[in-house]
């Protein structure tokens, strides 16, 4: 299986910005398409940004569009989300995840489709 492990987490104002990384365990971390994902107090999980297995794709809900970046080295088999002009609505736990399951045509966007899970990091963004 594929272990995940999310680390970059932290407490930041509105306005800053946060880089979240996310290491995995797996040899073939390359034939995984990745993602982040979020779930705020009291809110279901939530797709925040994917990235295809290569990396010269990537999709982003439209809440974090503009502001987040998503990439991904399979040299060093990580994946990052970069968060700039942070806002308190982005007040989260932030989940990496993996899917093995290709779907043509597009990325994967619901919790349902990947297959792995890290254990979350916590992004606090304080007014």
């Known amino acids: 299986q594929v272990q995940l492990v999310e680390s970059g987490g932290g407490l930041v104002q509105a306005g800053g910005s946060l880089r979240l990384s996310c290491a995995a365990s797996t040899r073939t971390f390359s034939s995984y398409t990745m993602g982040w994902f979020r779930q705020g107090p009291g809110k279901e999980r939530e797709f925040v940004a994917g990235?295809?297995?290569?990396?010269?794709?990537?999709y982003y809900a439209d809440s974090v569009k503009g502001r987040f970046t998503i990439s991904r080295d399979n040299a060093k088999k990580s994946v990052s989300l970069q968060m700039n002009s942070l806002k308190p609505e982005d007040t989260a736990v932030y989940y990496c995840a993996a899917a093995s399951t290709i779907i043509w045509g597009r990325l994967p966007t619901e919790s349902h489709e990947y297959d792995f899970w890290g254990q979350g990091t916590q992004v606090s963004v304080s007014s």
């Open positions: 990235i295809n297995r290569n990396g010269d794709y990537t």
